[in-house]
């Protein structure tokens, strides 16, 4: 079946450096979505992607949909402690009746 | 964005047991989904929760295991019968946002231990 790669599995980094990760498909997607998860909670959507090549920002986050349909980064600039916890790609495919599938996440560390 | 209130948030059950939870939503919608995080894992759909007829389940999740309702448009349960200590995950609704940023909501889960 379908699935998303998705990459760093975790990032150690420290307070105030820029973080980049990103998901790859074999498979073209025409909807991809950036979550954050923190523990005890559901995942919150961060940004959504429609359209290939669609450069979206949200604060110090950045997200691409590649133009090949098959793939999506996210960059977090100047990080905060805050930002520690998951982040889910999720891409949405014309073939599964709105149904979306997730990556494995990346887990994000701010060392002290 | 749609509102979810997803009950109970937590639960420790005994195995063989079984356990019904309720996901209201603050608006009426067409696309309910119920997923499972196993720990430290991703989301999984289990199924999508269809108004007015039966669930549509994913492959490896059947309907005796994870029997749901979806009685309404704002509305849907899903229960765990017969636990096992491998049911121990968090569940999660989801609506599709379609009025709001986009992609889909989530509830904040259910938290579930089997002993």
């Known amino acids: 079946g379908q699935q998303l790669n998705q990459s760093p599995q975790s990032m150690f980094i420290q307070e105030g450096e820029d973080v980049s990760m990103n998901c790859t498909s074999s498979?073209?997607?025409?909807?991809w979505l950036w979550y954050k998860q923190d523990p005890g909670e559901g995942p919150v959507l961060l940004i959504a992607?429609?359209?290939?090549?669609e450069l979206t920002s949200n604060g110090r986050l950045t997200a691409q949909f590649g133009i090949t349909r098959k793939d999506s980064f996210l960059n977090i600039s100047a990080s905060i402690p805050s930002d520690v916890g998951i982040y889910f790609c999720?891409?949405?495919?014309?073939?599964?009746?709105?149904?979306?599938?997730f990556g494995k996440g990346t887990r994000l560390h701010i060392l002290p | 964005s749609a509102v979810i209130s997803q009950k109970p948030s937590r639960d420790i059950c005994q195995r063989g047991t079984s356990l019904t939870i309720q996901c209201q939503v603050d608006?009426?919608?067409?696309?309910m989904f119920w997923y499972r995080q196993q720990p430290g894992q991703s989301l999984t759909l289990i199924a999508t929760?269809?108004?007015?007829?039966?669930?549509?389940?994913e492959s490896g999740f059947v309907i005796d295991k994870f029997p749901i309702s979806r009685p309404n448009l704002t509305f849907s349960t899903l229960t765990v019968s017969n636990m096992s200590p491998e049911d121990s995950s968090i569940y999660l609704c989801?609506?599709?946002?379609?009025?709001?940023?986009?992609?889909?909501?989530f509830g904040s889960g259910t938290r579930l231990t089997v002993v």
């Open positions: 989801s609506v599709e946002d379609r009025a709001g940023a986009g992609g889909y909501t």
């Open positions: 929760a269809n108004q007015g007829s039966e669930a549509t389940y």
């Open positions: 992607l429609y359209k290939a090549g």
């Open positions: 498979s073209i997607f025409n909807t």
């Open positions: 999720a891409g949405h495919s014309m073939n599964r009746d709105d149904k979306i599938i």
């Open positions: 608006s009426q919608v067409t696309m």
